[in-house]
């Protein structure tokens, strides 16, 4: 099928995936306050619905995804014919809707028990999901700052009221607040930058803003303090030090399958974003952001690997972890090729994977709630639960990049990117501080294995319902594939980034 | 011999077989009883041992190269491939492999009295790493496996170590993963420069070899690599982590250890720090500091191990000590030298590997590694104390045994270009008496004062089958040490001359064909490295 954008009807064809996903955003929300979802059906105000009523929910919203995910895979058959437009349908954005509709998928099969025990709104749980879900993907598609823009605000405020969500929890609420009054100062920053590259290029369009950058029409002064406020507004969503501040409260207090859910995909989405804007539209500029990410990424690496490295709750130790990670996925956009910008892709995917993974058995140490977070109470967990035991010392190998994982093929692609661009003092940066990551997922690996639990019962209660072990299962095979197998993937990845470019006139992969 | 393994294919798949037949096991280890994993274990690396013996019948003599050679495209995108072969060099090492990890598990029936599926299917998964390291022909292939022998290692040590087992084991990852880390800055500059100069991305072996490098790029790669390498041996002062790993690891995991993990340090030395980067691995400089640091650990080393009262942190300190010797033979740049290096580090892996057992199993009758608490224990167990004494004198280098041929043939070749620093490291040999042979007397001999003592049992026949192919391979290699020396012979020398080849003395050395005294004169003592080599040549 041939997309023109000339005519309005073909718009609806470009966002079928974004579309779908807000109606059954809409449709899962309706479905949780009508029937037997309903909460108080049963006469008492107070009674939760029960385990089947939230997974049907949960299922619904996961058919919602399949059926995105359906219509992403058959916008890889369209063509785009003329001008350009303000959504792409490129491979780029095809790729990284599959992150995000990957990342909700195994954030919403987690959640089930956690949602039932929390006693949580399954309705709103998972529709606001799926809505931020979109968001993403909006983000990912924007050819144009404003939908950009706009994207970045369905999945924002979708994601404030996510981590708010438990309203039982005083952690939950205040972490809620804390994000959203960060999050809204950062939006700020990127508005008025937004603003002022549009003062200086006469464009919101990013290709439209590339020509008018390498054409030599902007104007220096600027476009400079556009490009360093979206800097500044774009490092906030990522979490780059030092704009990390919200991190590792809205993390910690955040219901786990929530912290799950943003660690990976509101990174990923702001990660696509800076890649198409700054990779394509500011390409002409990249003397002038090239040293600003150079230090976010090293001073994010260093720190964030350093606070890790006392962390005793593991929730915590995790967002600091995700921050680490965001560092390294710097290192590749300060690269600024097309080995970099697939090695964020890739790197990206398998994140995700290892991160909810992650995540998932922390929930079920965590009795589905928010309890025993210590790293303490991981004491003998191996040895009393040898499947996740071993799961997560999978999931914690990969995410410290090590062979036989996806994590160390991640690694090596972004390093590849640097090498390529000759980042060699940040790719030493890279490998000493990796060397400090190993040593706080390395312990949460002994305190599993080589310590006896505290009481001989320590490990009795911890719940892994049937969509958790789908969700592990999965997890674990796409990592050692990755791990083992991930040529494929890389040649994926590789042309998924050949038309990034296209429409921008970019100098994509000649950046020095 | 070599009619039968040509018949079956031999060299097609046997190092195919090498990597992922333990893996088999470790799949078979954990579907099998608790209690049937140790016999799984052992019986499965022992097929693996068998089939690694036929190497040695179909290993072609006379040539240098690499042998039994095979590439699967693996990542094409990156231009990796999974791509094996061995030559003279690794031969011993996968067969030291093989050997050492079947009599380890042997060794460790008793021993492991716990969570036995997840030990043995641990040492197998190691064993399919390190034969890994030994025969892979790709620098990428080779890093995964290096850093992936970690793994199982760091659980070995810390799940069935003694008391402060998470410490060293801990210890033990992060200097080791250090040192590859950095490692892998070089590995990827120098596939960038591959991909630059060559035209295509590969982490071949033998594409890498090609890459015109700078003597800069050389110095720099050098020591990235040289600094992984060198906290494997490990090369003082980057030792510390060996006396902790080795006092804490269980036995077997001693064994292994000592056995074959250090030789992935003195390995890489000889496959990738010389051949890549010659100029660098003869800059006069680079030679004097790793030839001196060798020296400080065989004195240093051998000093600290004779007032240790723990025997086995004593065995410990001394492995520093003979891989000192390994790194001066290497570095002396000499055919003697890399090739007594190489046999040091085969006599190392069996007669370290033997003392560890042998102290394992004195662990399992008294529960105690003092020196102090023995004594006089020869009476009540004399095939313990014949095996002991055999060991220890293999490893002190006495004439007759594989420590001596190595010793000797690494200091001669050292002594043609550092005579002042060979003298200083031979003192060692004779520390190495001195540390060792009080240990035997007060453990053996002396009174058997002590009533524990009297109650010992001497050798059941599993513990002679495991000590007796050990003491025999000892003197074996002692007696008849050129059927090893032959076969590594020409890989050394094509290491070697590709180290010439590269060398800016390499148009004084055509020189000296034509007038000998004058270069001589000129010649700093450095350079002298390679004249008398050359001239026997």
Redesign the interface.
Known sequence: MELDFSRQLHYVWALLPEIVLCCFGMLVLVAGVSGRHRPGRSGEPSAAPSFGAISELGWLALVGLLIAGFFNGWLYSVTEVGSASLVAVDDFRLFANWIFLIAAALSILISFSYVYRQRLQAGEFYGLILLSTAGMMFMAGARDLVVMFLGLEVMSISVYALTAFNRRDRRSAEAGLKYFLLGAFATGFLLYGIALVYGATGSTNIGAIGEAISGGSATGGMLALGIGLMVVGFAFKVSAVPFHMWTPDVYEGAPAPVTAFMSVAVKAAAFIALVRVFLVGFDGAYETWYPLFWWLAAITMVTANLIALVQSNVKRMLAYSSIAHAGYLLVALTAANSVAVAGILFYLLVYTVMNVGAFAIVISVAHQGEERLQIEDYAGFG?SQPMLGVFLTIFL?SLAG???TGG??GK?YL??GA??A?L?VL??IL??T??AS??YY?RVA?FM???DPVRADQHGLVISPLPMRAALFASVAVIIYLGLF??AM??FA?ASVQGLGALGGSLLGMAP | MSVLLDSIGYSGWILHALIWLPILAVGLVLWGSEASAKHIAFWSSMVIFILSLGLWWAFELGWGGMQMESSVP?????GVNYSLGVDGISLFMVLLTTFTTSLAILGSFNYIKK?ERAFYALMLLLEAGVVGVFVATDLFLF???F??TL?PM??IV??WGGER??YA??KF??FT??GS??M??GV??L??QAKTLLGFPTFAYSDLLQVPLTGEEQLWLFAAFALAFSVKVPLFPLHTWLPDAHVEAPTPGSVVLAAVLLKMGTYGFLRFLLPLFPLAAQHPTVVATMMILAVIGIIYTAWVAAVQPDAKKLVAYTSVAHMGFVVLGVFALTVNGLQGGLVVMISHGISTGALFLLLGMMYERRHTREIAAFGGISRVAPILATAFMITALASIGVPGTSGFVGEFLALLGAFETHPTLTIIAATGVIFAAYYMLPMVQKVFFNKLDKPENVEIQDLNGREIAIMAPLCALMLIIGWFPTPILERMEPSVRDVLARVEAAAPAAPTAQASDLDGTVTIATKTDDEDADSPAVVED
């Open positions: 040895w190998l090590f062979p036989g160390f093929m090596i390093l590849q090498a390529d000759e060699w790719m030493t490998v000493l990796t060397l190993y040593w390395l002994w294995w080589m310590k991930p040529g890389l040649d590789q | 693996w990542i094409p995108a990156w969570r890093y995964v496996f850093e992936l793994v760091y659980f810390g799940i087992r998470i084991a801990i990852f992060l993963a250090f880390l950095l892998l800055v990827l500059y596939f960038y």
